[in-house]
């Protein structure tokens, strides 16, 4: 069971605007930046988001972070089948003195 | 290029033990600080450990504790992670990736490792 609580699936067609969330407490999310990170099949992720809202050079400008109180979130709009994969969020955790990540949420590209 | 490149993984029998190494190229390795991020089978991603960039600060999740051990060495580039007391919940892709706080900028490709007899 994750620190941070996302849904196991997601879906939408091409096109279409899709949102994953990322759920916590004050002791991660309230407090600290949220990552998000995307996965293909067992290969290295990839960072999509930091700072919960900034995005690396070369992540396009259909992908964004929110972050509001104690939950996350990642948008994908202008769906492609290529978006398809794996999704994490993470962030640091003062009881834990540690990261946590969520535990992925598959997006399917109907 | 920057580049992460884990090696060291492969099969080993319960309470046995190995070493993985990770060697960073591209970037300013000294400055950075590295963790250890492992995927078990058809599961999520763990974060492992982190240790700062002068590997005077080392964290730790609490199922590891007592059994790996990260380091660097920055006159070589590279971190390490060794593991000890082997358990078949150990099995899994370990990762090396360079960040802090939840923030990992550069993945390895992974290596493998399995703990079975």
């Known amino acids: 069971q994750s620190v941070l609580t996302q849904p196991p699936s997601a879906s939408g067609t091409p096109g279409q605007r899709v949102t994953i969330s990322c759920s916590g407490d004050n002791s991660n999310i309230g407090t600290y930046y949220v990552s998000w990170y995307q996965q293909f099949s067992g290969t290295a992720p990839k960072l999509l988001i930091y700072?919960?809202?900034q995005r690396p050079s070369g992540v396009p400008d259909r992908v964004s972070g929110s972050r509001s109180g104690t939950s996350a979130s990642l948008a994908i709009s202008g769906l492609r089948s290529e978006d398809e994969g794996e999704y994490y969020c993470?962030?640091?955790?003062?009881?834990?003195?540690?990261?946590?990540f969520g535990g992925g949420t598959k997006l399917t590209v109907l | 290029e920057v580049q992460l490149l884990e090696s060291g993984g492969g099969l080993v029998q319960p309470g046995g033990s190995l070493r993985l190494s990770c060697a960073a190229s591209g970037f300013t390795f000294s400055t950075s600080a590295m963790n250890w991020v492992r995927q078990g089978p058809g599961k999520g991603l763990q974060w492992i450990s982190t240790?700062?960039?002068?590997?005077?600060?080392?964290y730790y999740t609490d199922s590891v504790k007592g059994r790996l051990t990260i380091s660097r060495d920055n006159s070589k580039n590279t971190v390490y992670l060794q593991m000890i007391s082997l358990r078949a919940e150990d099995s899994a892709v370990y990762f090396c990736?360079?960040?802090?706080?939840?923030?990992?900028?550069?993945w390895g490709q992974g290596t493998v490792v399995t703990v079975s007899s």
């Open positions: 240790v700062s960039a002068s590997g005077n600060n080392t």
């Open positions: 990736a360079k960040g802090w706080g939840g923030t990992f900028d550069i």
């Open positions: 700072r919960s809202d």
């Open positions: 993470a962030a640091w955790d003062d009881r834990l003195s540690g990261v946590v």
